[in-house]
């Protein structure tokens, strides 16, 4: 199991945060302001919708162990850890430059995009065992535009992302 080295270049070359504070492209995404963007980042309801879905993927990952079909769940950690090591510094350095302008490149914006972003990226590494959740082919549709996927407004499952 290894990280797509395709799926990296996109990354690599999103116009980070160059839209921000521009309507969001997307008719199902709540559009908010710099500060609305710093207070739903904080939201444990945030924090709680990405680890779930995440979570979610690492779940399918384990059963398909615990019925003999497969123990790639194993590779979690080691794309992890690659993923942080050579993407990450780059990454980050790219998110300060473009949130400075908008005075969000602060450690908890930071932060939540890193973690985002590294799910993403791992998850993608298994989307031809487990298809990608429609919750993160949404981030990365908003990251690619530009945007600062943000927070989560409504219930879990028939809410929406709020977006800067």
């Not at 990354?11 to 995404?29: D, H, V, Y």
């Not at 059963?63 to 942080?84: C, H, I, M, P």
């Not at 602060?106 to 932060?111: D, G, I, Y």
């Given at each position: 199991?290894?990280?797509?080295?395709?799926?990296?270049?996109?990354?690599?070359?999103?116009?980070?945060?160059?839209?921000?504070?521009?309507?969001?492209?997307?008719?199902?995404?709540?559009?908010?302001?710099?500060?609305?963007?710093?207070?739903?980042?904080?939201?444990?309801?945030?924090?709680?919708?990405?680890?779930?879905?995440?979570?979610?993927?690492?779940?399918?990952?384990?059963?398909?162990?615990?019925?003999?079909?497969?123990?790639?769940y194993?590779?979690?950690?080691?794309?992890?850890?690659?993923?942080k090591?050579?993407?990450?510094?780059?990454?980050?350095?790219?998110?300060?430059?473009?949130?400075?302008?908008?005075?969000?490149?602060?450690?908890?914006?930071?932060?939540?995009?890193?973690?985002?972003?590294l799910?993403?990226?791992?998850?993608?590494?298994?989307?031809?065992?487990?298809?990608t959740?429609?919750?993160?082919?949404?981030?990365?549709?908003?990251?690619?535009?530009?945007?600062?996927?943000?927070?989560?407004?409504?219930?879990?499952?028939?809410?929406?992302?709020?977006?800067?």
């Amino acid at each position: 199991m290894n990280l797509d080295p395709l799926f990296l270049e996109k990354l690599q070359s999103l116009p980070w945060f160059s839209k921000c504070g521009t309507p969001p492209p997307f008719p199902w995404a709540v559009p908010t302001t710099a500060k609305g963007a710093l207070k739903a980042i904080r939201s444990l309801k945030w924090e709680n919708k990405v680890l779930s879905i995440s979570g979610d993927v690492s779940e399918q990952l384990s059963l398909r162990s615990t019925q003999g079909a497969g123990r790639e769940y194993q590779a979690w950690n080691a794309l992890v850890l690659d993923f942080k090591t050579r993407c990450i510094p780059a990454l980050k350095e790219q998110w300060e430059t473009a949130l400075a302008p908008i005075a969000l490149n602060t450690a908890e914006v930071l932060n939540d995009v890193s973690f985002n972003v590294l799910s993403l990226a791992v998850i993608d590494a298994y989307k031809a065992i487990v298809p990608t959740p429609p919750f993160f082919l949404h981030l990365l549709e908003v990251y690619a535009a530009g945007h600062l996927p943000c927070g989560w407004k409504g219930p879990a499952n028939t809410g929406t992302l709020i977006v800067y």
